[in-house]
Nanobody, 129 residues
Framework: QVQLVESGGGLVQAGGSLRLSCAAS????????MGWFRQVPGKEREFVAA????????YYADPVKGRFTISRDSAKNTSYLEMNSLKPEDTAVYYC??????????????????????WGQGTQVTVSS
């Protein structure tokens, strides 16, 4: 099990940028796939982005492609979500998630919340118009 703590959320105007961080502790960070999801009240948790343990593979949901960038720093045990050109529809609670890379995870598997074992508490992102 790995413990995850998100930070970096806040209020930003449309067109602005934010960088979310997800600090991991408890296990070997470099073994884990990391994902970012978001959720608004009354809706299901939605996939945003994911990254492989090595950082060599990244996946993005269509609504954020070209605007968001996921990365990881194994020296800091941290995953990042750089969000640019933010839109009001990006407003949500953003969660990071982790699953140990005991098997190979395809992009489609990484898009499903149920395939992750560990979750952070979430950080609110609000984009004003």
């Amino acid at each position: 099990q790995v413990q995850l703590v998100e930070s970096g959320g806040g209020l930003v105007q449309a067109g602005g940028s934010l960088r979310l961080s997800c600090a991991a502790s408890g296990r070997t960070f470099s073994r884990y796939y990391m994902g970012w999801f978001r959720q608004v009240p009354g809706k299901e948790r939605e996939f945003v982005a994911a990254i492989s343990p090595s950082g060599g593979r990244t996946y993005y949901a269509d609504p954020v492609k070209g605007r968001f960038t996921i990365s990881r720093d194994s020296a800091k045990n941290t995953s990042y979500l750089e969000m640019n050109s933010l839109k009001p529809e990006d407003t949500a609670v953003y969660y990071c998630a982790a699953v140990e890379g005991l098997t190979y995870y395809t992009g489609s598997r990484l898009m499903r919340p149920g395939n992750y074992d560990d979750w952070g508490q979430g950080t609110q992102v609000t984009v004003s118009s």
